[in-house]
């Protein structure tokens, strides 16, 4: 089995299932933050892998539902550029395996790569888990429409 480096929103209930998954497959995870990580542009593309840029984002943000931010219409310099500002409209979660990296956590793709065992979900692995009406992550409402938090100076994005 292997071990696998998860940059993760730390409190995102999402990456808290998907990380059960990789465990009860027999893989070991090792969660990182990835909200409090200074990105190099880098260590960024390095999680892309040719995938087309609108592909790099979290597709979950309030900035991106609300059309604040376009990721059809960024560049690979404004979406870095962006995502190191806010990194929480990078994809989550960001994998890495013995220098391999991937974004984002499709069931099928991860299986062909690390396998993940018989019981596959057949749940969309990255979709917001807490629906549309809004939540709560590590004990924080989030209701900004545009996904910043004001008291507590972080965007949301779960």
């Known amino acids: 089995m292997a071990t696998v480096t998860f940059y993760e929103k730390p409190g995102c209930s999402g990456n808290a299932k998907q990380k059960k998954i990789l465990e009860a497959a027999g893989h070991t995870v090792e969660p990182r933050d990835l909200i409090g990580r200074a990105w190099t542009r880098g260590e960024l593309l390095s999680f892309f892998g040719g995938l087309p840029i ?85 004990g924080h409402a989030h209701d900004h429409p545009c996904g910043h938090d004001h008291e507590h100076g972080q965007s949301d994005g779960c």
């Open 54 to 138: 609108a592909q790099w984002f979290n597709s979950n943000s309030p900035a991106i539902k609300s059309g604040e931010i376009v990721p059809e219409e960024c560049d690979e310099a404004t979406a870095v550029a962006l995502m190191q500002k806010h990194p929480l409209l990078i994809r989550r979660p960001l994998l890495e395996v013995e220098g391999v990296r991937k974004v984002g956590f499709d069931v099928a793709a991860i299986d062909a790569w690390i396998g993940l065992g018989a019981d596959l979900p057949d749940e969309d692995m990255e979709e917001c888990q807490h629906g549309k009406e809004g939540h709560v992550c590590q």
